[in-house]
């Protein structure tokens, strides 16, 4: 069974630019969740979606944004990249099916640098 | 004050010997996680709990719920447990629903040989 998979592992943007990252998720799980992770802040969580739908966001600025496909695979979007934006940009999938708790599998992260 | 707390922040320790990390955490949740960060960045989870105690091989998660406290306890380590161990939580939300997670600041272990 492959596991998460995210593309690309590294990138290197401009300030003012506009990236994507794509996440796809273990086959059959629905929730796919992100996490940005620095060297200051640690791990924090940016927003899930299950079902296409945006479930929950964490406290981050509307530059960060994402979205779900019928397939269950997500991207997320951060527009006008800022220096503080360099960090490991994980994703986690997890099977939802209707149980509230299930364990959340991490991909290998995409590791985006702002110059 | 973070809602995750772990400790040591840092543990440095001889091959064979019994390591604990722990976690205390202030909100209700609906579940913890004990990850696994290597270098490089990938984090594998190793266990998720709600109650109780789970182990899987060398390692063993405890969770006290009325004290809000867990604690993750490896057996004879050994210099492959050399990694970031990291604490989070699913915080129930005001709807009752779960948030995403809410992780701790990590433990950074290496095991000498």
């Known amino acids: 069974k492959a596991g998460v998979t995210q593309t690309p592992r590294y990138l290197i943007k401009t300030r003012g630019q506009q990236v994507t990252l794509s996440c796809s998720p273990i086959s059959g799980h629905r929730s796919v969740s992100w996490y940005q992770q620095t060297p200051g802040q640690g791990l924090q969580f940016l927003f899930e979606?299950?079902?296409?739908?945006?479930?929950n966001k964490g406290n981050f600025p509307g530059r960060f944004s994402g979205r779900q496909f019928s397939n269950s695979r997500s991207e997320m979007n951060v527009s006008t990249l800022e220096l503080g934006d360099s960090a490991l940009y994980l994703c986690?999938?997890?099977?939802?099916?209707?149980?509230?708790?299930?364990?959340?599998?991490f991909g290998q992260g995409t590791r985006l640098t702002v110059v | 004050k973070n809602e995750v707390e772990q400790s040591p922040q840092n543990l440095t320790a001889q091959e064979g010997e019994f390591i604990t990390i722990n976690c205390s955490y202030s909100?209700?949740?609906?579940?913890l996680h004990w990850l696994q960060q290597h270098p490089g960045g990938g984090i594998v989870s190793l266990f998720m709990?709600?109650?109780g105690k789970k182990k899987h091989g060398r390692l063993i998660a405890t969770i006290n719920i009325q004290e809000k406290h867990s604690s993750l306890h490896i057996t004879a380590s050994h210099p492959r447990d050399s990694a970031v161990y990291i604490c989070?939580?699913?915080?129930?939300?005001?709807?009752?629903?779960?948030?995403?997670?809410?992780f701790g600041k990590g433990t950074h272990l290496i095991i000498q040989p």
């Open positions: 909100v209700g949740i609906s579940a």
């Open positions: 709990l709600s109650s």
């Open positions: 986690a999938s997890r099977l939802r099916t209707g149980v509230m708790n299930t364990e959340a599998f």
């Open positions: 979606y299950f079902s296409e739908t945006q479930r």
């Open positions: 989070a939580v699913t915080p129930l939300n005001s709807g009752g629903g779960a948030d995403g997670l809410t």
